[in-house]
């Protein structure tokens, strides 16, 4: 019978039913033609069962028994097994959740799961979303507070493409203690409700956090120069939520050391640019020896215009200051543009001003840029 049982649940895990079908009545149907009702079994082996039907290694099932050991029967196990089946999660997909989270075997399919899917599928999820949200978010979708929290998420901020990641460091959280009072003060703070959902996607533990440390947080941004209301306050934001103030401190006395900034000018260039906080430090003196030693920027310039340094090395800063110098070199510049204006431009207009231009002057220019852009350095572009 358990081998009867294993291969019925392996079909149901290997092949994706059809919409309309209930997993849970493929399996009664497939079960009650050939076995009779299950009952307690004095030798059932829950480690075994996680094995050989689950799919979890020895390790993971060592592990997972130890929250399941009170099981004495499979059945509803394998009716959870053939819910999370009918949902479209593979073979895989369901080990995958039963290895995170094992109490999902033992959350009663009528009860519990049939109504968070039918609730789920009431605000709009797709069946396809729905089986995402279980990979992503098991714990919270045996819970059936998991539908008024999306109740609230989803118009806030939609689409849920967009949100499924950021939801699951969120569904486990006080929605009336801690999320609503967040998105309350970051609202009072200036921040629309676009604004509000492209933080939620970039730092959505900034919605878990106590409001206390949200506020915190706030601070620390006007601290750094940047205003509640000012286009880079969520930028802000998002960059000091990720760090203490100790850290943000040492990063921004790092900055006036790499670039030789003064007081003021560290201050202009967080206040446009709060993202280099959060850039590693070799990304940002990579920069700085490019920009001061080789460019020849002075730092001042920088500063205002830290934008700059959010673009690639390798395939804008190093590639277009190649075209530039050489077009300087040759006197096939006839306006004198500043650096920082030809990386601002597209690539699209940049071919356009730079190169197309030039095709007779200097017909090898355009492959050469394609080199530079792979990192090398042609021969045309060296200049003593």
């Known amino acids: 019978m358990l081998h009867l049982r294993n291969r019925i649940l392996s079909h149901l895990l290997s092949v994706a039913p059809s919409p309309s079908t209930s997993p849970l009545l493929s399996l009664h ?14 030798s059932f082996a829950v480690g075994d069962y996680l094995v050989d039907t689950c ?26 097994l053939a819910f999370l089946a009918g949902l479209g999660l593979s073979g895989a997909d369901v080990t995958a959740v039963v290895a995170r989270d094992p109490p999902i075997l ?6 519990t799961l049939s109504p968070v899917v ?15 949200l279980v990979s992503l978010a098991p714990v919270q979708f045996r819970l059936r ?6 109740e609230y998420y989803l118009p806030l901020f939609g689409p849920i493409d967009n949100l499924l990641r950021p939801l699951k460091h969120v569904l486990g959280s006080d929605l009336e203690r801690v999320v609503k009072p967040n998105v309350k003060l970051l609202a009072e703070c200036g921040l629309s409700a676009c604004e509000i959902a492209k933080l939620f996607i970039g730092a959505p533990r900034m919605f878990t956090a106590k409001p206390g440390r949200v506020l915190e947080m706030v601070a620390c941004a006007e601290g750094i120069g940047v205003p509640r209301g000012s286009g880079m306050f969520r930028h802000a934001l998002h960059a000091v939520s990720c760090f203490s103030e100790e850290k943000i401190t040492a990063k921004v006395d790092y900055l006036k050391k790499t670039f030789r900034w003064s007081d003021a000018e560290v201050g202009i260039a967080v206040s446009k640019g709060p993202f280099m906080l959060a850039r590693s430090k070799d990304m940002l003196k990579r920069r700085s020896d490019f920009l001061i030693s080789e460019v020849g920027l002075e730092p001042a310039y920088i ?41 601002v431009e597209t690539e699209k207009v940049f071919m356009k001003k730079f190169i197309c231009p030039h095709k ?9 840029y394609v080199a530079a852009c792979k990192g090398e350095v042609p021969a045309r572009f060296r200049f003593t």
């Open 55 to 80: 799919g979890l290694t020895h390790a993971q099932a060592l592990k997972a028994s130890a929250r399941l050991s009170h099981l004495k029967s499979p059945a509803n196990l394998d009716a959870v």
């Open 303 to 343: 500063a205002h215009r830290p934008a700059m340094l959010t673009y690639s090395l390798e395939g804008r800063l190093r590639p277009r200051y190649y075209v530039v110098k050489f077009l300087k070199e040759n006197g096939l510049l006839e306006h004198v543009r500043s650096y920082y204006t030809t990386l």
């Open 145 to 150: 507070s998991v539908v008024s929290k999306l």
């Open 29 to 42: 149907r497939l079960l009650s033609a050939s076995t009779p009702a299950v009952s307690p079994n004095p």
């Open 118 to 132: 039918a609730g789920l599928t009431g605000l709009g999820l797709s069946q396809a979303e729905i089986a995402r």
């Open 360 to 368: 007779e002057a200097a017909p090898h220019l355009a492959e050469d």
């Open 106 to 111: 033992c959350a009663a399919v009528e009860t």
